[in-house]
């Protein structure tokens, strides 16, 4: 009975010490409007029973704070997205998060002296006279300390979100930055800039998510400038297109839209199932534009199974 004690507390111990060294699970290091945290239950179960995390690649065009690639964890994906100042801040936490985290703590301790000027001083820095790790704090203190974490660019290409008045925030997550690395660093983890439409010669069994920028639903609400270049209805088109193109070389797409009718029934046309699930739009102007709504969750098979 002794032996079996202590056998028990040795295996608890040796569980405790390897989570410790694993360190905490990574998630999203940004705020990122449309982020699909809250969906991914739902998202998992579209996940085929023959896509296998360790073995198959995995592919997301439109990466913003990928919340789907940091649950499902693959051995081999490809990230990409159009904001240059997102896809450099993942390739720095990638490649550099000592000198990210340095500088981090540095802006965080200037912030809490003189939060707004420091907000309106970092807001107009150019990015490209920042060296790889700066742009990347700026983007992620921008992101931390803006209004709702919103990313919004002028025709410019200018961000231009106001101040979020809130002198506490945490501008340096050390701990979640690391793991983040970590991960992207355990990985085979290519990260690059551009169209989704460059992503070609996926290999068939592989998993593609696609998660555009959302069509406008009246108009007024037309946010979609993550990049100077919005995204239109013909970029929509195209998108439809590309998710058929690679449904038909075998190629598992899941991707997430808006209630547009008319743009999910392109969809439909091509044979995707288009679910309509609940939403809370976690990122408005006004705090009782808030609330539960509809996404569609359109996939390339029928339901299968929770990974």
């Known amino acids: 009975m002794i032996a079996t004690v202590v056998s028990k507390k040795s295996r608890s111990r ?55 690639y940091w649950e499902l964890a693959p051995r081999w994906a490809h990230l990409n997205d159009l904001n240059s100042e997102l896809v450099v801040s993942w390739q720095v936490v990638r490649d550099d998060v000592a000198g990210l985290v340095g500088v981090l703590k540095d802006i965080e301790e200037a912030y809490r002296k003189d ?17 790889p790790a700066e742009r990347a704090a700026r983007f992620i203190f921008l992101n931390k300390t803006c209004f709702n974490g919103l990313y919004r660019v002028n025709s410019n290409g200018v961000f231009n979100v106001p101040w979020g008045k809130n002198p506490k925030a945490t501008v340096c997550d050390a701990d979640n930055l690391e793991a983040c690395a970590r991960r992207l660093q355990d990985s085979v983890a290519s990260i690059t800039l551009g169209d989704f439409s460059l992503m070609r010669d996926v ?67 091509e044979g995707f199932r288009c679910d309509l699930v609940p939403a809370v739009r976690a990122i408005n102007c006004r705090g009782y534009g808030r609330g539960v709504v509809g996404e569609y969750i359109i996939s390339s098979g029928g339901r299968t199974h929770a990974i």
């Not at 000027?117 to 060296?131: G, V």
């Open 203 to 269: 290999p068939q069994g592989s998993l593609v998510y696609l998660d555009p920028p959302f069509s406008p639903l009246t108009k007024t609400a037309n946010f979609t400038s993550f990049t100077a270049e919005k995204f239109r209805r013909e970029d929509q088109e195209r998108l439809v297109s590309y998710a058929a193109e690679l449904a038909g070389a075998g190629v598992h797409v899941i991707a997430s839209q808006s209630c547009d009718e008319d743009v999910v029934d392109l969809y439909r046309d």
């Open 115 to 131: 939060p707004e000027h420091l907000f309106l001083q970092y807001r107009s820095l150019a990015p490209s006279l920042l060296s």
């Open 14 to 68: 040796r569980a405790s010490a390897e989570a410790a060294e694993a360190g905490p699970r990574p998630r999203s290091f940004v705020k990122w409007a449309g982020g699909k945290r809250q969906l991914l239950p739902e998202l998992l179960k579209r996940v085929p029973r023959s896509w296998r995390a360790d073995r198959d690649r995995y592919y997301e065009p439109f990466v913003g704070a990928g919340s789907f």
